[in-house]
């Protein structure tokens, strides 16, 4: 699975925007899919998920209430909406998929096999 992020750029605080992830290679459908960012001198971080079965979707809890998973199947594709944004959302972010996944293992980068190229989101106040 090759994994194509983009929808990042610049915005200032209290804005949206949409992150998209476009897969292309083999179908999402089985696949747990989530987000990740990583801000400037600091470690990978979990930001969203969505399992594969089920639907069921998770956040970190600094982005609960502002940031939206989707997925579209038929166009192979995952979502992240971010609303409410805040400087510290500033970062690169990551979108990822994994097989087999099981839910403990949701928020650990090493537990996703596919990676896309992550996309610049800059928060300005």
């Known amino acids: 699975v090759q994994l194509q992020a983009s929808g990042g750029g610049v915005v200032q605080a209290g804005g949206s925007l949409r992150l998209s992830c476009a897969a292309s290679g083999r179908t999402l459908r089985g696949y747990t899919v989530a987000w990740f960012r990583q801000a400037p001198g600091k470690e990978r971080e979990f930001v969203s998920g969505l399992r594969s079965s089920g639907g069921n979707t998770y956040y970190a809890d600094s982005v609960k209430g502002r940031f939206t998973i989707s997925r579209d199947n038929t166009k192979n594709a995952v979502y992240l909406q971010m609303s409410s944004l805040k400087s510290e959302d500033t970062a690169v972010y990551y979108c990822?998929?994994?097989?087999?996944?099981?839910?403990?293992?949701?928020?650990?980068?090493?537990?996703?096999?596919?990676w896309g190229q992550g996309t610049l989101v800059t928060v300005s106040s």
């Open positions: 990822a998929a994994g097989a087999n996944m099981i839910l403990s293992s949701m928020g650990r980068s090493s537990a996703y096999h596919y």
